[in-house]
Nanobody
Framework: QLQLVESGGGSVQPGGSLRLSCAAS????????MGWYRQAPGKHRDLVAT???????NYADSVKGRFTIFRDNAKNTVSLQMSSLKAEDTAVYYC????????????WGQGTQVTVSS
């Protein structure tokens, strides 16, 4: 059974950095898009950043210039380097991946908490 497993969340002071990683297990195919979404308390789940299998990236305006998304297609992993963190970045971060096999299939990780607080 395919699983996306996140790691790297935690607590950090404003201005600090964290790196999130996500690894897929139980699959022998490559994903189309991979990325990260986040959900703050009482809010919708929003896109943070995505990356295609070809390496094209897309970022939410709120994180441009501060976050960088990486991907290793051979290992089916995706990472998010977060710098200059702000209190408003506090949220549960979810790994995402999709692929097409007759239909589109979407997969989500269980989420990892990121808390930015002094």
């Amino acid at each position: 059974q395919l699983q996306l497993v996140e790691s790297g969340g935690g607590s950090v002071q404003p201005g600090g950095s964290l790196r999130l990683s996500c690894a897929a297990s139980g699959t022998f195919f490559s994903f189309n898009d991979m990325g990260w979404y986040r959900q703050a308390p009482g809010k919708h789940r929003d896109l943070v950043a995505t990356i295609t299998s070809g390496g094209s990236t897309n970022y939410a305006d709120s994180v441009k210039g501060r976050f960088t998304i990486f991907r290793d297609n051979a290992k089916n992993t995706v990472s998010l380097q977060m710098s200059s963190l702000k209190a408003e970045d506090t949220a549960v971060y979810y790994c995402y991946a999709d692929h097409f096999r007759g239909s589109w299939y979407e997969y989500w990780g269980q989420g990892t908490q990121v808390t930015v607080s002094s």
